[in-house]
């Protein structure tokens, strides 16, 4: 398979060149030239890791088949508990594909303890020598997800960067407990917009490359714009279909509806491609919360992204800007240039109209609906009052959009994280007293609930913490330099 440029049809590359890359030089993102077409018959009866290189193999065809079922197999196995791709029954027709039973406990974990495994092997097989350091700038899940993926993987360094006012304090405790002997992790003074504008600040600072440069050093980032970010997530659609199909919960040739709860568009637009190669998908529905920027851009065709920022409890989803939604753009526009257009009218006006016919082609596939924080809230309690479901408070925006759009389809609602990594904001949700402190928060959560922790979250007590610096954002540079 070949990939190009949503910014420069010129441009050809293979897998590996695109994920050793991240980014065209163009400023675009690189996107498949085709779809391959899946075979539903021999997917139907595999584990989640066989199935996983199946799909992988179609897309990552410079890569072999036997290294993909290797990494698969290491990846999506015991490190998941043998719950990868775990569909669960909430009521008749509405499933929870539960997408964080990982090592970090959000669905993160599917496509980052995998790609820096693609990333090792696209460099011995480029014969690149370089160390990459992976810079990220995190609200919580990523940073947390990259260090774990990284973990003492050879060739390949990261230095984490979270703001001292944005992370809960099981996701502080995640980051700076995380042990391995190539991983930094540093709590920059400010908010997440901080921390992120300092890190954008060291990919385009010159000096920075230089010295790093002469080290050896290489920068590379674990944003999701990262096509080995994106490959990854496609299998679970597939997986879950045939759980459902197993089960006799679907018609002959009946679709599925899926809902996704979205902040970068990345975790949806899997599930397009998993439609394009065949998977029968009904709608998908774009679930956003109060910054429902999505939501009336399918509604309108109007993206606009001057608007006013909300922090939620969703902060995952606390986005202004979907970068995937470009590759989106590219495969139904068919036309570099057209995406050129819409992206410089982005950077310039803050926003772009799609022409009639594309906002029709849009809605042919997607819906879209968004919940604020209180009707987030009231959906999580109602789950857990009807159907006994406890979700977390990104999952449970999607319910709400979800039950909204319900059609005779089945509906499979992608759970993105445990409920225990937001033990305060769940049981706020739940209308039950909120201790301060999140350990007391979880311990109450289990009691009221009968559920339990995952032993990774609940033992972030017992460990000792190996990273207490905090740094200004303006020595993020720096603090990167001195990590490698
Ligand atoms: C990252 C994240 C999302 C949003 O996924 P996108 O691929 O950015 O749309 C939703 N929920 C949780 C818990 C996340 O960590």
Same mark, same amino acid.
């Given at each position: 398979?070949?990939?190009?440029? !949503?910014?420069?049809?010129?441009?050809?590359?293979?897998?590996?060149?695109?994920?050793?890359?991240?980014?065209?030089?163009?400023?675009?993102?690189?996107? +498949? $030239?085709?779809?391959?077409?899946?075979?539903?018959?021999?997917?139907?009866?595999?584990?989640?890791?066989?199935?996983?290189?199946?799909?992988?193999?179609?897309?990552?065809?410079?890569?072999?088949?036997?290294?993909?079922?290797?990494?698969?197999?290491?990846?999506?196995?015991?490190?998941?508990?043998?719950?990868?791709?775990?569909?669960?029954?909430?009521?008749?027709?509405?499933?929870?594909?539960?997408?964080?039973?990982? +090592? !970090?406990?959000?669905?993160?974990?599917? =496509?980052?303890?995998?790609?820096?495994?693609?990333?090792?092997?696209?460099?011995?097989?480029? %014969?690149?020598?370089?160390?990459?350091?992976?810079?990220?700038?995190?609200?919580? &899940?990523?940073?947390?997800?990259?260090?774990?993926?990284?973990?003492?993987?050879?060739?390949?360094?990261?230095?984490?960067?979270?703001? *001292?006012?944005?992370?809960?304090?099981?996701?502080?405790?995640?980051?700076? !407990?995380?042990?391995?002997?190539?991983?930094?992790?540093?709590?920059?003074?400010?908010?997440? &917009?901080?921390?992120?504008?300092?890190?954008?600040?060291?990919?385009?600072?010159?000096?920075?490359?230089?010295?790093?440069?002469?080290?050896?050093?290489?920068?590379?980032?674990?944003?999701?714009?990262?096509?080995?970010?994106?490959?990854?997530?496609?299998?679970?659609?597939?997986?879950?279909?045939?759980?459902?199909?197993?089960?006799?919960?679907?018609?002959?040739?009946?679709?599925?509806?899926?809902?996704?709860?979205? %902040?970068?568009?990345?975790?949806?637009?899997?599930?397009?491609?998993?439609?394009?190669?065949?998977?029968?998908?009904?709608?998908?529905?774009?679930?956003?919360?109060?910054?429902?920027?999505?939501?009336?851009?399918?509604? *309108?065709?109007?993206?606009?992204?001057?608007?006013?920022?909300?922090?939620?409890?969703?902060?995952?989803?606390?986005?202004? $800007?979907?970068?995937?939604?470009?590759?989106?753009?590219?495969?139904?526009?068919?036309?570099?240039?057209?995406?050129?257009?819409?992206?410089?009218?982005?950077?310039?006006?803050?926003?772009? !109209?799609? +022409?009639?016919?594309?906002?029709?082609?849009?809605?042919?596939?997607?819906?879209?609906?968004?919940?604020?924080?209180?009707? =987030?809230?009231?959906?999580?309690?109602?789950?857990?009052?009807?159907?006994?479901?406890?979700?977390?408070?990104? *999952?449970?925006?999607?319910?709400?959009?979800?039950?909204?759009?319900?059609?005779?389809?089945?509906?499979?609602?992608?759970?993105?994280?445990?409920?225990?990594?937001?033990?305060?904001?769940?049981?706020?949700?739940?209308?039950?007293?909120?201790?301060?402190?999140?350990?007391?928060?979880?311990?109450?959560?289990?009691?009221?609930?009968?559920?339990?922790?995952?032993?990774?979250?609940?033992?972030?007590?017992?460990?000792?913490?190996?990273?207490?610096?905090?740094?200004? +954002? %303006?020595?993020?540079?720096?603090?990167?330099?001195?990590?490698?």
């Amino acid at each position: 398979m070949e990939y190009t440029s !949503t910014r420069n049809a010129a441009c050809r590359v293979d897998a590996s060149r695109a994920i050793i890359q991240g980014l065209s030089e163009d400023g675009g993102l690189f996107v +498949p $030239v085709g779809f391959p077409r899946a075979d539903l018959g021999a997917l139907a009866g595999l584990d989640y890791p066989a199935l996983a290189a199946e799909i992988l193999g179609l897309y990552l065809t410079d890569y072999s088949p036997s290294f993909l079922r290797a990494q698969a197999r290491e990846v999506y196995g015991s490190t998941f508990g043998g719950k990868a791709g775990w569909v669960s029954e909430v009521e008749p027709g509405l499933y929870s594909l539960e997408l964080w039973h990982g +090592p !970090t406990c959000a669905f993160k974990d599917y =496509a980052l303890q995998l790609m820096p495994r693609l990333l090792a092997q696209a460099k011995r097989s480029l %014969g690149r020598t370089e160390t990459t350091l992976v810079l990220v700038a995190t609200s919580g &899940d990523t940073g947390k997800a990259a260090l774990a993926g990284c973990r003492d993987l050879a060739g390949v360094r990261v230095a984490v960067f979270y703001p *001292t006012g944005g992370t809960s304090e099981i996701q502080r405790l995640q980051m700076a !407990t995380q042990e391995g002997q190539n991983l930094a992790v540093y709590a920059v003074e400010g908010n997440f &917009d901080d921390a992120q504008a300092g890190v954008k600040r060291a990919f385009t600072d010159p000096a920075l490359a230089a010295a790093l440069a002469g080290r050896g050093v290489r920068l590379s980032s674990a944003n999701s714009i990262n096509w080995g970010r994106l490959a990854p997530q496609i299998a679970y659609y597939f997986f879950a279909w045939a759980r459902l199909a197993e089960k006799g919960r679907l018609a002959p040739g009946q679709r599925v509806d899926f809902c996704v709860p979205t %902040g970068n568009f990345g975790d949806i637009l899997a599930g397009w491609y998993a439609k394009q190669m065949g998977l029968p998908v009904g709608r998908l529905i774009c679930a956003s919360n109060k910054n429902r920027v999505l939501t009336d851009f399918f509604e *309108t065709g109007r993206y606009d992204a001057r608007r006013t920022f909300y922090k939620t409890e969703s902060p995952s989803m606390d986005i202004l $800007v979907s970068s995937n939604l470009e590759r989106l753009l590219w495969h139904l526009s068919g036309s570099d240039e057209a995406v050129r257009g819409w992206m410089d009218a982005l950077g310039k006006n803050g926003g772009y !109209t799609v +022409p009639g016919p594309m906002r029709k082609a849009l809605q042919a596939d997607f819906a879209a609906g968004s919940a604020d924080s209180s009707e =987030a809230a009231a959906e999580l309690r109602r789950r857990y009052e009807q159907n006994h479901y406890l979700c977390d408070p990104h *999952t449970a925006v999607a319910f709400k959009a979800a039950r909204e759009q319900k059609g005779s389809a089945p509906m499979v609602v992608l759970s993105t994280a445990s409920p225990f990594k937001f033990p305060r904001a769940v049981l706020a949700a739940l209308g039950q007293p909120v201790p301060e402190d999140d350990f007391a928060a979880m311990a109450a959560l289990e009691e009221y609930t009968g559920a339990r922790a995952p032993a990774s979250l609940a033992g972030l007590k017992e460990k000792p913490v190996r990273f207490t610096e905090t740094i200004l +954002p %303006g020595a993020i540079g720096g603090a990167a330099l001195r990590s490698c």
